[in-house]
């Protein structure tokens, strides 16, 4: 167990409508992730943040935004979703960065109708 | 940009059979990780090589970090039904603080 929570484990919204996604980590670790995976694309990095209040875009950022006020909490947010945001979304925390282990929260399972 | 590859894509053993599978990538990494996932779960960590040549186990899984540090091998023996599902493997891109993922190799362990 990496000590990652990930809330809501699953969500059904309504297209227009804001979400938010939370990821706890108790392990004090510098860097999270947010990934979306998808069949066909694998895991793709939306965001991610380095500390508290430093965050940068991943390869899909697009459409969602992010927060860390906290080193152990890091937000999600959906402004407006979409029907191509339904996918599976997993929280990831590592100590030190990409040449370090990457830990893996149990998913949110998000369904935009 | 970075790619990893796996093979195979899929693979259907009998339990008690030992089982192979490989990441292949055009570029160098410096570390590889070693990923399964369950269905509904998030992918857990079996294991993370730092060092060209290294040769880690962890219980039944044997990894090994490839000498020329493009590629990674995955072995599992004597498998059992719980190894069923998909393997990743992994390793830190280049350009920025992100991980690249191969698309994995999905096993199945008839009984």
């Known amino acids: 167990d990496a000590g990652i929570t990930q809330s809501p484990r699953h969500k059904v919204t309504e297209t227009g409508t804001p979400v938010t996604l939370r990821c706890h980590q108790t392990?004090?670790?510098?860097?999270m992730y947010w990934y979306r995976q998808d069949p066909g694309h694998g895991l793709r990095l939306i965001h991610y943040?380095?500390?508290?209040?430093?965050?940068d875009k991943g390869e899909v950022s697009d459409g969602y935004s992010v927060s860390r006020s906290k080193t152990e909490d890091f937000l999600l947010t959906l402004e407006s979703a979409t029907s191509s945001q339904t996918s599976v979304y997993f929280c990831?925390?590592?100590?030190?960065?990409?040449?370090?282990?990457?830990?893996f929260g149990s998913g949110t399972q998000l369904s935009v109708l | 940009g970075q790619q990893l590859n796996q093979s195979p894509q899929s693979m259907f053993i009998q339990e008690g059979e030992d089982v192979s599978m490989n990441c292949t990538s055009s570029?160098?990494?410096?570390?590889w990780l070693w990923y399964k996932q369950d269905p509904g779960e998030g992918p857990v960590l079996l294991i993370a090589?730092?060092?060209?040549?290294e040769l880690t186990s962890n219980g039944r899984l044997t990894a090994q970090f490839g000498i020329t540090r493009k590629d990674s091998f995955l072995n599992i023996s004597a498998s059992i039904p719980s190894d069923v599902g998909i393997y990743f493997c992994?390793?830190?891109?280049?350009?920025?603080?992100?991980?690249?993922f191969g698309p994995g190799t999905r096993l199945s362990v008839l009984p």
């Open positions: 990831a925390i590592s100590r030190q960065g990409r040449n370090e282990k990457l830990f």
């Open positions: 392990e004090n670790h510098r860097y």
């Open positions: 943040s380095y500390g508290v209040k430093d965050t």
């Open positions: 570029s160098i990494f410096n570390t």
């Open positions: 090589l730092y060092k060209a040549g």
């Open positions: 992994a390793g830190p891109d280049n350009y920025g603080q992100n991980f690249v």
